[in-house]
């Protein structure tokens, strides 16, 4: 474990939708015993995105109280990571980077593998900061997670974005070396470029995880990681809370360890609170499973977590991160819930009009409705061209049209 001892997360900060739907909503409409989502799939609501939400605007919400803390000194590298994309050519970062002014002397890139993209982005970014530790890396990690209606995928759908600031010095939680990598040719979960929807093989997709989940631990033993008994906590990956617990009895079994379902409790109990409540946000899913984490614990400093990262098709990385003295003073559990709270419930009929809901594609002049009331929002398509708008407040405020950007 050499080298790794002052690279990490400096700061992380998370931002969902306008809209919840509750599952007691859905399983009503479905005539499906809401036992099935609350105890089967271990989902409680979803964040359903308002017209006028998407990846920029939640990956902005989510980064702007990162620039207001630390400033931008010393980023010059934006790091975005999503699975669902809004262009095939141009990365979603750069209209982030006009949203919140971040200087012209910045590299920004758009990265994808499923739900995996981020932890590639992390760890791309403690390699840039360890040849240059006098910089800092944003990643953003940013999904609207999107199911055809009446699927067996459609109750594990959500939405959400996680920034985070890498650096030397981290305040939160030191990045260690090695990492336990992964990668298998399936076909469990893809989307062609022609679909919205993501198509799944339900039950291959879980199979797929949890081979993922052997041989990324596998990898990781072998290049020299740490016991599992070492670890206080373990993130993973959560498409649906559930798939959690069955990723950590299957790591205990393979490891040789009994299931103790007192012990599974203990090492993830903590990590599920945002997930089970906010869905998939795919690439942002681990990380808000670490926000979960860090802002419910008594006390983690010098405590091990576990991350496993896992995105279909597939491709996993298993590493450990140290928390870091001093880090609650960092975080921003307030915010977070708030950003929880604060969704607006919609009911079935509302959630599929949101579902079905597309800007028309014939290059005209189309406003977005004007339904979030948070800091970004898609203003309009104009010739093809996606315009952004800073509405001038946070949450609830009012919404002076203060500054566009179509950013190109
Ligand atoms: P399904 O067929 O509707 O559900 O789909 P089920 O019949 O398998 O039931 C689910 C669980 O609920 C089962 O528990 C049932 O027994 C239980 P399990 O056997 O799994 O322990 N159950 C109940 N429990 C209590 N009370 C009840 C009750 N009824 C049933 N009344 C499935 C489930 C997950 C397949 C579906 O939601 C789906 O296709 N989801 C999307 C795919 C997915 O999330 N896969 C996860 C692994 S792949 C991954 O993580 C990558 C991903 O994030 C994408 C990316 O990487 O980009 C998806």
Same mark, same amino acid.
């Given at each position: 474990?050499?080298?790794?001892?002052? %690279?990490?997360?400096?700061?992380?900060?998370?931002? *969902?939708?306008?809209?919840?739907?509750?599952? @007691?909503?859905?399983?009503?409409?479905?005539?499906?015993?809401?036992?099935?989502?609350?105890?089967?799939?271990?989902?409680?609501?979803?964040?359903?995105?308002?017209?006028?939400?998407?990846?920029? *605007?939640?990956?902005?919400?989510?980064?702007?109280?990162? &620039?207001?803390?630390?400033?931008?000194?010393?980023?010059?590298?934006?790091? =975005?990571?999503?699975?669902?994309? &809004?262009?095939?050519?141009?990365?979603?970062?750069?209209?982030?980077?006009?949203?919140?002014?971040?200087?012209?002397?910045?590299?920004?890139?758009?990265?994808?593998?499923?739900?995996?993209?981020?932890?590639?982005?992390?760890?791309?970014?403690?390699?840039?900061?360890?040849?240059?530790?006098?910089?800092?890396?944003?990643?953003?990690?940013?999904?609207?997670?999107?199911?055809?209606?009446?699927?067996?995928?459609?109750?594990?759908?959500?939405?959400?974005?996680?920034?985070?600031?890498?650096?030397?010095?981290?305040?939160?939680? $030191? &990045?260690?070396?090695?990492?336990?990598?992964?990668?298998?040719?399936?076909?469990? =979960?893809?989307?062609?470029?022609?679909?919205?929807?993501? +198509? %799944?093989?339900?039950?291959?997709?879980?199979?797929?995880?949890?081979?993922?989940?052997?041989?990324?631990?596998?990898?990781?033993?072998?290049?020299?990681?740490?016991?599992?008994?070492?670890?206080?906590?373990?993130?993973?990956?959560?498409?649906?809370?559930?798939?959690?617990?069955?990723?950590?009895?299957?790591?205990?079994?393979?490891?040789?360890?009994?299931?103790?379902?007192?012990?599974?409790?203990?090492?993830?109990?903590?990590? *599920?609170?945002?997930?089970?409540?906010?869905?998939?946000?795919?690439?942002?899913?681990?990380?808000?499973?670490?926000?979960?984490? +860090?802002?419910?614990?008594?006390?983690?400093?010098?405590?091990?977590?576990?991350?496993?990262?896992?995105?279909?098709?597939?491709? !996993?990385?298993?590493?450990?991160? @140290?928390?870091?003295?001093?880090?609650?003073?960092?975080? $921003?559990?307030?915010?977070?819930?708030?950003? &929880?709270?604060?969704?607006?419930?919609?009911?079935?009929?509302?959630?599929?009009?949101?579902?079905?809901?597309?800007?028309?594609?014939?290059?005209?002049?189309?406003?977005?409705? !004007?339904?979030?009331?948070?800091?970004?929002?898609?203003?309009?398509? $104009?010739?093809?061209?996606?315009?952004?708008?800073?509405?001038?407040?946070?949450?609830?405020?009012?919404?002076?049209?203060?500054?566009?950007?179509?950013?190109?």
């Amino acid at each position: 474990m050499a080298n790794d001892s002052a %690279v990490g997360l400096h700061d992380l900060s998370f931002a *969902t939708t306008e809209f919840v739907l509750p599952h @007691t909503v859905l399983a009503a409409e479905k005539g499906v015993d809401v036992g099935k989502y609350h105890k089967g799939i271990g989902q409680w609501s979803m964040s359903v995105a308002a017209a006028d939400e998407d990846i920029v *605007t939640m990956g902005a919400a989510a980064a702007a109280p990162i &620039i207001e803390r630390h400033g931008s000194d010393g980023i010059r590298t934006v790091i =975005f990571a999503t699975e669902s994309s &809004i262009d095939q050519s141009k990365a979603a970062g750069i209209y982030v980077h006009s949203l919140l002014g971040l200087p012209s002397a910045t590299r920004v890139v758009e990265l994808k593998q499923a739900c995996y993209g981020a932890t590639a982005a992390l760890q791309f970014a403690v390699g840039l900061v360890r040849r240059d530790p006098a910089q800092r890396v944003l990643v953003i990690a940013a999904d609207v997670s999107k199911y055809d209606l009446d699927s067996p995928g459609e109750a594990t759908q959500g939405a959400a974005a996680v920034a985070m600031l890498v650096g030397a010095g981290p305040a939160l939680v $030191r &990045i260690e070396e090695p990492s336990g990598v992964y990668t298998a040719d399936v076909m469990d =979960f893809w989307r062609p470029n022609y679909r919205d929807t993501a +198509l %799944v093989e339900g039950q291959e997709s879980i199979g797929a995880y949890l081979l993922a989940v052997e041989g990324s631990w596998k990898d990781y033993t072998e290049q020299g990681g740490r016991a599992l008994d070492e670890f206080a906590a373990f993130c993973y990956h959560q498409p649906f809370t559930k798939m959690a617990y069955k990723a950590h009895r299957q790591l205990l079994n393979y490891c040789g360890h009994a299931v103790d379902e007192e012990r599974v409790g203990r090492d993830l109990g903590l990590t *599920t609170a945002y997930n089970s409540v906010v869905g998939n946000s795919y690439t942002a899913s681990v990380y808000l499973a670490l926000a979960a984490l +860090l802002d419910q614990a008594d006390d983690l400093t010098g405590r091990r977590i576990g991350f496993l990262s896992y995105g279909s098709g597939s491709v !996993a990385e298993f590493f450990a991160g @140290t928390v870091v003295p001093g880090y609650r003073e960092h975080l $921003r559990t307030e915010a977070h819930r708030e950003a &929880i709270a604060r969704r607006e419930p919609v009911d079935y009929a509302r959630y599929r009009a949101l579902h079905e809901y597309a800007l028309p594609a014939d290059g005209g002049d189309h406003r977005a409705p !004007a339904q979030t009331t948070g800091p970004y929002r898609l203003a309009a398509l $104009r010739g093809h061209k996606r315009v952004y708008e800073t509405t001038g407040g946070g949450r609830g405020a009012s919404r002076p049209s203060a500054r566009t950007s179509t950013a190109g």
